[in-house]
T-cell receptor, first 111, second 111 residues
Framework: DVKVTQSSRYLVKRTGEKVFLECVQD?????MFWYRQDPGLGLRLIYF???????EKGDIPEGYSVSREKKERFSLILESASTNQTSMYLC??????????FGSGTQLSVL | GQQVMQIPQYQHVQEGEDFTTYCNSS?????IQWYKQRPGGHPVFLIQ???SGEVKKQKRLTFQFGEAKKNSSLHITATQTTDVGTYFC???????????WGAGTKLIIKP
């Protein structure tokens, strides 16, 4: 069974902390994505990567960075967490323009 | 930039009634994908449409892609409680990597 695994389902952090969200896929997909989902706003793309060590900004990259050192792993980093980054974070992967497979999501609360 | 508008935001139906959600893009799309997100879950791929005027069916679900490849619809016949969730459309525009997402339509079954 294909899998996209996110390291934490729930996470609580304090303002100013550095936060790492990890995502691993076992499907050998080139493309990986980080989205955040807020009520009424749908899915908003933060960053994506189409190859190892490659990254592209999405629609809302401010306050975030990413790392893709290995094909199967895509990490989202919040350099200094703020309360407006409280959200559901979803990782996804795909081949080319084919369907996205999503992880179960990480609900991050920044206090 | 490219946008996909999805309406309505919510739809309340009695069980057994039909449900339709519509997506309109500001530009031509190379394909359109549909996803379903159950409450508390993550988006799960339903279908992809690629050809102008394409119609596909999955049991009680009918998906259409417009002739100009700028609009799409999902119709559910005789809704059941298992259909509850949020339905998203997403299409590839100019970029091969980045999907443009609609904001989703939440289907609510009235008790």
């Amino acid at each position: 069974d294909v899998k996209v695994t996110q390291s934490s389902r729930y996470l609580v952090k304090r303002t100013g902390e550095k936060v790492f969200l990890e995502c691993v896929q076992d499907m050998d997909h080139e493309n990986m994505f980080w989205y955040r989902q807020d009520p009424g706003l749908g899915l908003r793309l933060i960053y994506f990567s189409y190859d190892v060590k490659m990254k592209e900004k999405g629609d809302i990259p401010e306050g975030y960075s990413v790392s893709r050192e290995k094909k199967e792993r895509f990490s989202l980093i919040l350099e200094s967490a703020s309360t407006n980054q409280t959200s559901m974070y979803l990782c996804a992967s795909s081949f080319g323009e084919e369907k996205l497979f999503f992880g179960s999501g990480t609900q991050l609360s920044v206090l | 930039g490219q946008q996909v508008m999805q309406i309505p935001q919510y739809q309340h139906v009695q069980e057994g009634e039909d449900f339709t959600t519509y997506c309109n893009s500001s530009t031509t799309l190379s394909n359109i994908q549909w996803y379903k997100q159950r409450p508390g879950g993550h988006p799960v791929f339903l279908i992809q449409l690629v050809k102008s005027g394409e119609v596909k069916k999955q049991k009680r679900l009918t998906f259409q892609f417009g002739e100009a490849k700028k609009n799409s619809s999902l119709h559910i016949t005789a809704t059941q409680t298992t259909d509850v969730g949020t339905y998203f459309c997403a299409g590839h525009g100019d970029s091969n990597y980045q999907l443009i997402w609609g904001a989703g339509t939440k289907l609510i079954i009235k008790p």
